[in-house]
């Protein structure tokens, strides 16, 4: 799940744009009005994250984490 990868890079691990990009990718194929990978693709970091804090908030997640998402570079 994204927020699985959210919460890990929050956590410390290594984080790679392209791995994410990756993995985003293959859970939309299942939720495609996501549209992360979109933000992603279009390579704006402002894009990416309010589509991130979309998903935090749509999926009921602590909202705190979106502090976090806004807080670091996605591209």
């Known amino acids: 799940m ?13 984080y790679s744009p392209r791995e ?7 859970y939309e194929q ?17 894009a990416v994250r309010n589509r991130l804090a979309e998903y935090i908030r749509d999926n009921g997640y602590n909202e705190n984490i979106i502090n976090y998402i806004y807080s ?3 591209l």
Request: hydrophobic share 50%.
């Open 72 to 74: 670091v570079n996605w």
């Open 30 to 46: 299942n939720f495609p009005a996501l549209m992360i990978a979109n933000a992603l693709d279009g390579g704006n970091d402002i």
């Open 20 to 26: 994410f990009y990756n993995e985003v990718s293959q």
């Open 2 to 14: 994204i927020i699985d990868l959210i919460l890990d890079r929050k956590a410390g691990k290594d």
